[in-house]
């Protein structure tokens, strides 16, 4: 008998999740591998409900099964109250997510990989130490529980990050980037000939005064607007009672430009999975829609706390109980050209990166961050970086007037793709 029977006997709800994975990731520091690594796991996880209540327990010896079951249903006499019910059998979509060329990189390949990455920027910063770092993983997933659900698939979740330190007196200058998928993409060098580019442009410094002007934000800059948003829109936050949009929904909330969409069913993405990880098909979820909030992202948990039915956004590692978090989030491309938005700005700042971001009461939707890179424009034109500004507002007030956002968009920090995003009249701070 398996452990999923001998725990129906003495459980109302009964969950068994086997998770495996194998690992290699190489790091490059300061322009010189620095290590290489290989890692295999394995593990089992139970849920259970009994009495109403939530237990919970794992391990990676895949072998201790009795005292695994014993820990699960001994812990759920002091388990939350789980108001929820495990999903049945269902249809899944078809998602692409696995890639045989990912599952057969060879440290020589990732090597060779990245020390093409650093010979690029090294050219672009002669100056400055590069790292580099590469991990490609292939994850099998398999889940069965008391109601009929039986899942297992598998993805191959390729992740690249890179940048470039440049110290020169007491000018500090960090460019990076961070990339994912889990189909390969042959161009892997984009992402990096765009940090290229920033390394020119951040080479010439000049002034900039205080005041109030427009601000172009990059797709990895206007995370400083959207990482509050994405709170806001857990469904967690939302039944604590924190979120600033909870009881909002149907109301237009921001510019009818913005609509913001979770969908895991994207082809090849990093976060693309048939299910989620509690066993509900994934899905494409419209979360604003014309500035109009249409709902929130749930697991089964939080979904059932707020009366609604889960949007498949259960998230967790071996060890943690699922929790709602974003998959691939989109916030849709506009109708204006990156090229007419910059022309149109006689002054105005580029903006490509905070420092401190998520520090402070980032769930009001504040922010008040340090500039970590930004360039002034002056009459369309990008004339230089510029130093030590900052800037500070509330995305629920500065995303309710956008200028205009682009036509373009970029997948930034693996799972988010986004536009360019004007906003005509911030107030920035300089020093100096």
């Known amino acids: 008998m398996d452990m999923l029977q001998q725990l129906q006997a003495q459980a ?8 495996q994975g194998e690992s290699t990731k190489v790091r490059f520091e300061s322009n010189s591998l620095k290590a290489t690594q290989v890692e295999e796991t394995s593990g089992l996880a139970v849920r259970v409900i009994k009495d109403g209540r939530l237990g919970f327990a794992a391990s990676s010896d895949v072998t201790a099964t009795g005292k695994l079951m ?63 770092e590469l991990q490609r993983r292939v994850e099998r997933f398999s889940l069965r529980n008391h109601a009929g659900a039986d899942v297992a698939m598998m993805r191959t979740p390729f992740s690249l990050s890179f940048g470039v330190d440049r110290i020169k007196g007491d000018d500090v200058l960090m460019v990076y980037d961070m990339q994912g998928a889990t189909l390969w993409e042959d161009d892997f060098m984009a992402p990096v000939r765009r940090v290229a580019e920033k390394l020119q442009l951040a080479q010439q410094i000049v002034p900039l005064s205080s005041g109030r002007m427009p601000v172009l934000f990059s797709p990895p800059g206007a995370v400083a607007l959207t990482y509050p948003l994405m709170l806001g829109l857990s469904g967690k936050n939302v039944v604590k009672g924190v979120s600033p949009l909870a009881r909002r929904a149907g109301e237009a909330v921001f510019d009818h430009c913005i609509t913001v969409i979770d969908d895991a069913t994207l082809p090849g993405r990093f976060s693309s999975a048939a299910t989620d990880d509690e066993g509900v098909p994934h899905r494409r979820t419209v979360l604003i829609e014309n500035g109009v909030l249409q709902g929130f992202y749930h697991d089964l948990k939080t979904a059932a706390r707020a009366g609604v039915a889960s949007t498949g956004n259960g998230s967790r590692s071996l060890f943690t109980l699922p929790d709602p978090a974003p ?106």
Request: hydrophobic fraction near 45%; aromatic fraction near 8%.
């Open 70 to 132: 014993t820990n699960a249903l001994e812990s759920a006499a002091y388990g939350d109250a789980a108001p929820f019910m495990f999903p049945g059998f269902q249809a899944f979509p078809e998602v692409a997510c696995y890639d045989p060329t990912i599952a057969e990189l060879s440290i020589p390949r990732l090597v060779e990989i990245g020390q093409e990455i650093m010979a690029y920027l090294r050219e672009a910063d002669p100056e400055g130490m590069v790292s580099v």
């Open 327 to 432: 998959t691939n989030l989109i916030v849709s491309a506009g109708e204006t050209p990156l090229a007419d938005m910059l022309a149109g700005i006689k002054e105005g700042l580029w903006i490509e990166g905070v420092l401190g971001l998520g520090q402070g009461n980032i769930i009001s939707g504040a922010f008040s961050n340090p500039l970590a890179l930004a360039f002034k424009i002056e009459n369309g034109e990008i004339v230089g970086r510029v130093k030590n500004a900052s800037i500070a507002g509330n995305i629920y007030e500065l995303l309710r007037h956008i200028g205009a956002t682009s036509c373009e968009t970029e997948w930034v920090y693996q799972g988010l793709n986004q536009p360019y995003i004007l906003l005509e009249d911030m107030n920035i701070i300089a020093k100096g």
């Open 12 to 19: 109302e709800q009964v969950e068994v999740l086997h998770v």
